[in-house]
């Protein structure tokens, strides 16, 4: 989605602005600008296509120079993506500047009543419309900006995080959100601040950040302070909470490696270790979990459990609804947050519902949660990103601690939150009594094997690219999974269509002959997970049924299988572990085979066409 940053300060703006919009490319766009103040003027330069892009523009309008200045990253909504649509827009007199990210629903009707009043509008966006609704407003009530953004805010409908700049207050940046995540940078002594959509763009300058809450709005004053008000009434938020961010520069950069993706492949290990640490206590028999504990009374009444999320963090609730129910035997729902959030829901105070989200920002799974609480569920959220607007919104919860996840394709955070949601279902297996004090030891101390098993096999690495390199020009691709390890087929089928585009399918083993056994032929790559412990017998048989039509098979097996050799074209070993646990084994070889493919396919497998980090419109 719309990545925001911006600086305000005694440096030059443009290279912190367009490295900041570098470090938020992985969220995904299509068209990036800037805007500069200088010499008591806004120079605009805009274009579609990447910010390397941007910067050739800039060049061209020697638009380099200025101490203020807003980029932004634009992922088309409102009207195509081209060089007008793109941000930053000035408002009718030129006077003032925005950059947007969210949509205003109700723009055409406002823009209806502007034009009555003699705008013009240059673009299709929702965006050129807000920032002339504030200039209308701004004259109208001959007020400052502030107070003129605040008023404007009150009669838009729908969902944002704006940057807004005078070019007659040059010392002065007016910044709000509602739905959309936007961070304040506080430099030292308050003199120079930095506006970005996450903390990333100035983790270098300043570890001290305020992240605005939903209808809150900032008046930014250089050399003087932040005041935050509420858009609502415009009463003052009297201590804005001032967080100090735990990022590094480090985490945040390739290290040495070709892809983002590829590195979040193998920190897996380390993100795992750093998920159970100091919660997994295996030898003491203990997991300890604050957010789980204090909140125990209510999991250990619940009704059932529902899982709301999207995408992988919804296939991670998937593999939770096989473990609550095995080890805990609670009964458990897995929801599209999109479908929960408008199907009026039977849901209510004896519910749980548990909100799965890497960036915490996912605007469906954040409704989903509003929708939750109104009804009186106790909602848990495991989020990755600390401090996020989900992570702020549920009553409880746990952090992955997988660090900045930057592809776009998720990876760690896909294991990390099967780590997570292991624990929590371990955790209260032990405390109903439904999992036996015997196997509750034996999973703890199996899972702290896990780490050193994903490590082991990452020296697949070379095997899986020759394997890819046979494939890469498959149309389409099947994948198939059986309990703990379906899935894991539905996540691996994603993360090859949405990082090579070609077209894949997850489905249930047993359930390919209702169907997709119509697919199969001598083109068709078929990937079955087959581990020792799950329905193993079953999947052999659905083996050979593909075998049988020429299908070709990649079968991932536990290591020493003996039997699936002979039938498969390609025999991928994962180390033995618990069947409940493999998922977080047998994950791994179908990131490298999707990421390999990609690769060899020429496509751009950080930032996949059309698909953004944040999914922050609904
Ligand atoms: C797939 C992927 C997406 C996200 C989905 C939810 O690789 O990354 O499907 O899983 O957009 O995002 P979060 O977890 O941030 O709520």
């Given at each position: ?25 992985y ?154 995540p ?16 996450d903390a990333s ?45 735990e990022m590094?520069?480090?985490q945040i ?7 983002f993706?590829?590195?979040e492949?193998?920190e897996q290990?380390d993100a795992i270790?750093d998920t159970y ?32 999320a999207c995408g992988t963090s919804?296939?991670a609730g ?36 548990i909100a799965i989200s890497q960036s915490g920002e996912t605007?469906?799974t ?15 959220g495991v989020c990755n990103v600390v401090g996020s607007s989900i992570a702020r919104?549920t009553?409880?919860g746990a952090y992955t601690h997988a660090g900045p996840e930057i592809g776009v394709a998720s990876t760690k955070a896909f294991t990390t939150q099967i780590t997570v949601l ?191 980090k944040s999914?922050?419109?609904?």
């Amino acid at each position: 989605m719309c990545g925001i940053a911006g600086y305000i300060g005694h440096r030059q703006a443009y290279p912190i602005v367009v490295n900041g919009l570098k470090r938020l490319e992985y969220r995904g766009y299509d068209s990036a600008g800037i805007v500069l103040y200088n010499d008591q003027k806004l120079n605009v330069s805009k274009t579609k296509g990447k910010v390397s892009d941007l910067e050739e523009i800039s060049n061209k309008d020697n638009n380099h120079i200025g101490n203020i200045g807003f980029g932004h990253t634009r992922w088309a909504t409102h009207g195509v993506p081209n060089d007008v649509n793109s941000h930053p827009h000035l408002s009718q007199s030129g006077e003032l500047a925005i950059v947007h990210n969210g949509i205003i629903e109700n723009y055409d009707t406002i823009k209806k009543e502007l034009i009555t009043r003699g705008y013009t509008f240059k673009s299709d966006t929702d965006t050129e419309v807000l920032i002339n609704l504030i200039e209308e407003v701004k004259k109208e009530n001959n007020c400052k900006l502030g107070k003129a953004v605040q008023l404007a805010l009150t009669q838009v409908i729908g969902a944002y995080a704006i940057a807004v700049f005078d070019v007659n207050k040059p010392d002065e940046v007016i910044v709000a959100r509602l739905g959309s995540p936007i961070a304040i940078g506080i430099g030292k002594d308050n003199k120079e601040f930095f506006v970005a959509s996450d903390a990333s763009p100035f983790i270098e300058y300043t570890k001290e950040a305020i992240y605005l809450e939903d209808q809150e709005l900032a008046i930014i004053k250089l050399d003087r302070d932040i005041r935050v008000r509420k858009v609502k009434d415009d009463s003052i938020v009297s201590s804005p909470e001032v967080l100090e961010l735990e990022m590094s520069l480090e985490q945040i950069e390739k290290g040495g490696y070709d892809h983002f993706m590829l590195k979040e492949i193998y920190e897996q290990p380390d993100a795992i270790v750093d998920t159970y640490r100091g919660r997994l206590l295996a030898n003491e028999g203990i997991i300890k979990m604050a957010g789980v504990d204090d909140n125990m009374e209510r999991f250990l009444n619940a009704n059932r459990i529902i899982i709301v999320a999207c995408g992988t963090s919804w296939h991670a609730g998937l593999v939770a609804e096989y473990m609550f129910e095995d080890f805990a035997r609670i009964p458990v729902e897995v929801e599209y947050a999109s479908e929960f959030r408008y199907r009026n829901p039977v849901i209510n105070e004896k519910d749980i519902v548990i909100a799965i989200s890497q960036s915490g920002e996912t605007a469906d799974t954040l409704a989903a949660i509003k929708l939750a609480k109104s009804k009186g569920a106790f909602v848990f959220g495991v989020c990755n990103v600390v401090g996020s607007s989900i992570a702020r919104e549920t009553d409880a919860g746990a952090y992955t601690h997988a660090g900045p996840e930057i592809g776009v394709a998720s990876t760690k955070a896909f294991t990390t939150q099967i780590t997570v949601l292991s624990l929590i279902a371990l955790k209260l297996g032990k405390a109903n009594g439904a999992l036996s004090n015997a196997s509750y030891h034996s999973y703890l101390q199996e899972m702290e094997l896990i780490p050193n098993k994903v490590q082991e096999l990452l020296v697949i690495n070379d095997q899986i690219e020759n394997i890819a390199r046979e494939y890469k020009d498959a149309p389409n691709c099947l994948y198939l999974g059986r309990g703990f390890n379906f899935p894991v087929a539905l996540e691996g089928a994603l993360k090859l269509k949405e990082i090579s585009y070609i077209h894949a399918e997850g489905y249930p083993a047993a359930e390919m002959k209702h169907g997709p056994i119509a697919l199969i032929d001598e083109q068709m790559p078929v990937v079955v997970i087959a581990t020792k412990k799950g329905h193993y017998e079953k999947v052999v048989s659905n083996i050979q049924e593909i075998k049988s039509r020429k299908g070709k098979i990649i079968a991932i097996v536990t290591q020493g299988d003996d039997t699936v050799k002979h039938i498969a074209d390609h025999v991928i070993e994962v180390p033995d572990s618990e069947e409940a646990f493999s998922p977080l084994l047998t994950t791994i070889p179908m990131q490298l085979l999707s990421y390999h493919i990609a690769l060899m396919r020429g496509c751009n497998v950080d930032q996949p066409r059309n698909l953004a980090k944040s999914v922050t419109v609904e």
